[in-house]
């Protein structure tokens, strides 16, 4: 089975990324077929997250330009390249920018300890496909640089096929994108990563997308008691919708926030925090509020670059653990479809992170200033 514009270079808009610190130019772009093993999708729907800010911001000293960014979409498959069994032409897909290979020697895809498939991870931290080259050209026949294997602020994309988690048609794109990144990497940090049981008691640290779904994964694990930690306070309704015990704002407070929360709000403190602020002294509060002698932190924020954590080793020596999370841990092709599947049973609603909408490719940039504006979840663009 094949598309009507199946291997023939399809031109379409794109937001362009030119350079750091400057907004994203609305282009028309060439989008080459897909090579050995890729995919072409055609993008529905594309969230806007934190990481395609921080490169658009110049803070990520890797970051390469002119590139298209976008890593959180719903698609439609197009056309595929030579070899690709696993997708076919008018497929539902959500790129993963952590992939999965599934080849029997991945050591990473046979473990069950982890998602961190490092199969396309050197050429995809270059900007290009995993042959080494590009599918995007500009109006001048330049190249444009692919950004976390996704670059989904385009009206069509090529990623890998191991980057392509096939999901149920039946599920709206302009929703189920949002598994792409922030949601699925809160609820995996929960359900993954620290694997919180029932009756535990947790601290969440920054109230974006990320931490209310951890919120949101924590009530679904069980927790008894969930500490919403923000300093915007406008954040603390809708934690408390989705799960949040309690809410406190540490600009409120005359102690550091961890001393409060291991001594006040509870006896020695939580047994499980996480930073979903990229802060790297919240990183070590959100350690220090853990239980003596067995409380684990998680780290989910990204910091800037350059930042070091740091604490007091007695806080390790005395049972604390630190751990960080990719993507909450979740193996992408096998793992994100039954996200999607839990969400159209109804048992795991995330209509509440939408909070802006826009149409068209070109409005991607209003979009970034809705989400600067401080009460902004997840702005999604409708193509
Ligand atoms: P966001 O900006 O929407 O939310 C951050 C929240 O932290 C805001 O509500 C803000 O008010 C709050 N905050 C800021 N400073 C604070 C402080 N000192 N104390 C308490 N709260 C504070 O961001 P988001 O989309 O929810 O993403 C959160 C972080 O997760 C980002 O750093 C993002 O890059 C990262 N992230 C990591 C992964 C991963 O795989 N590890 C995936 C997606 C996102
Ligand atoms: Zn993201």
């Known amino acids: 089975m094949s598309s009507a514009t199946a291997g023939a270079p399809i031109k379409c808009k794109a937001m362009v990324a030119r350079g750091p610190k400057q907004p994203m130019v609305e282009e028309e772009i060439t989008v080459m077929p897909p090579q050995a093993g890729e995919v072409r999708v055609k993008v529905i729907a594309n969230a806007l997250c934190h990481t395609d800010i921080y490169t658009l911001d110049g803070h990520d000293p890797e970051g390469l330009f002119p590139c298209i960014l976008g890593h959180e979409a719903g698609c439609v498959v197009e056309s595929v390249g030579e070899g690709v069994t696993s997708v076919k032409p008018g497929d539902h897909v959500i790129p993963c920018y952590t992939p999965q290979c599934c080849e029997t020697t991945c050591v990473f895809c046979q473990s069950p300890k982890t998602n961190l498939c490092p199969k396309i991870?050197?050429?995809?931290?270059?900007?290009?496909?995993?042959?080494?080259?590009?599918?995007?050209?500009?109006?001048?026949?330049?190249?444009?640089?692919?950004?976390?294997?996704?670059?989904t602020m385009s009206e069509y994309t090529v990623i890998a096929e191991i980057s392509c988690a096939k999901i149920n048609p039946d599920a709206a794109l302009e929703k189920v994108c949002l598994f792409g990144c922030g949601i699925s990497t809160g609820l995996g940090a929960v359900w993954n990563t620290c694997k919180v049981e029932t009756n535990s008691t947790v601290a969440v640290f920054g109230l974006g997308a990320v931490g209310l779904s951890v919120i949101q994964g924590a009530k679904i694990a069980g927790a008894i008691k969930i500490i919403a930690v923000d300093v915007n306070p406008k954040k603390f309704e809708i934690a408390k919708q989705l799960g949040a015990t309690d809410c406190v704002n540490p600009k409120d407070i005359d102690k550091p926030i961890q001393q409060h929360i291991a001594g006040v709000m509870t006896q020695w403190g939580v047994d499980y925090s996480f930073d979903c602020t990229g802060k790297t002294e919240i990183m070590r509060a959100a350690l220090e509020c853990c239980h003596r002698g067995w409380g684990?932190?998680?780290?989910?924020?990204?910091?800037?670059?350059?930042?070091?954590?740091?604490?007091?080793?007695?806080?390790?020596?005395?049972?604390?653990?630190?751990?960080?999370?990719?993507?909450?841990?979740?193996?992408?092709?096998?793992?994100?479809?039954?996200l999607v599947e839990r969400n159209l049973r109804g048992d795991l609603d995330i209509d509440h992170y939408i909070t802006h909408r826009f149409k068209g490719v070109g409005e991607t940039n209003a979009a970034v200033d809705a989400l600067h504006s401080g009460d902004c979840l997840r702005a999604v663009v409708e193509y």
């Open 121 to 151: 991870r050197g050429t995809q931290g270059q900007g290009v496909m995993p042959d080494g080259t590009v599918r995007f050209k500009d109006k001048d026949g330049k190249d444009i640089f692919h950004f976390m294997g996704c670059s």
């Open 296 to 338: 684990t932190s998680c780290i989910i924020g990204v910091a800037a670059s350059g930042h070091e954590i740091s604490t007091r080793p007695f806080q390790l020596v005395t049972g604390r653990v630190w751990k960080g999370t990719a993507f909450g841990g979740f193996k992408s092709r096998s793992q994100v479809p039954v």
